[in-house]
């Protein structure tokens, strides 16, 4: 995964600093994307939910990315950690394609760990995007 500046909504924001500092994650440890959603936040660009761009995955946007080495297509829902549930497509913030995906774009490809021997992905389409709708989840 490569760092690069990404755009976070202020609830968001605001919700996974307290998440990060939660005793539930406390609990999971120095884990190497945990770190990586501290040094993103911690870069991010902060933004009103009404001026965040359509095509930036935030919490709670459904999205479809592309595993460049399969061309394999899955789609899933950020979510936060008590509302995850993989075999309804509910992938939380706390796993490292969900903290990887956080704030990119439609179009950006990123490598993620936790795909086998270390698979580029690509935002494909934003199907869900609870700002562009107008929504606050």
């Not at 406390?26 to 945990?34: D, E, F, M, R, S």
């Not at 993103?40 to 460049?68: F, G, K, Y």
């Not at 580029?120 to 929504?135: C, N």
């Amino acid at each position: 995964m490569h760092q690069q500046k990404i755009f976070i909504t202020k609830t968001d924001y605001q919700r996974l600093q307290n998440l990060l500092l939660s005793d539930f994650t406390q609990a999971i440890g120095n884990k190497p994307y945990l770190s990586g959603l501290h040094a993103e936040l911690a870069v991010a660009h902060i933004v009103e939910s009404e001026q965040i761009p359509a095509d930036i995955v935030t919490m709670n946007s459904t999205v479809r990315l592309r595993d460049l080495e399969t061309d394999e297509l899955e789609t899933y829902t950020l979510v936060y950690p008590q509302d995850a549930n993989i075999k309804e497509g509910k992938l939380s913030i706390l796993t490292p394609i969900g903290t990887a995906i956080l704030g990119y774009r439609i179009g950006d490809q990123l490598r993620s760990r936790a795909l086998a021997g270390g698979s580029k992905i690509r935002v494909e389409e934003i199907l869900f995007q609870p700002e562009r709708s107008g929504l606050t989840i």
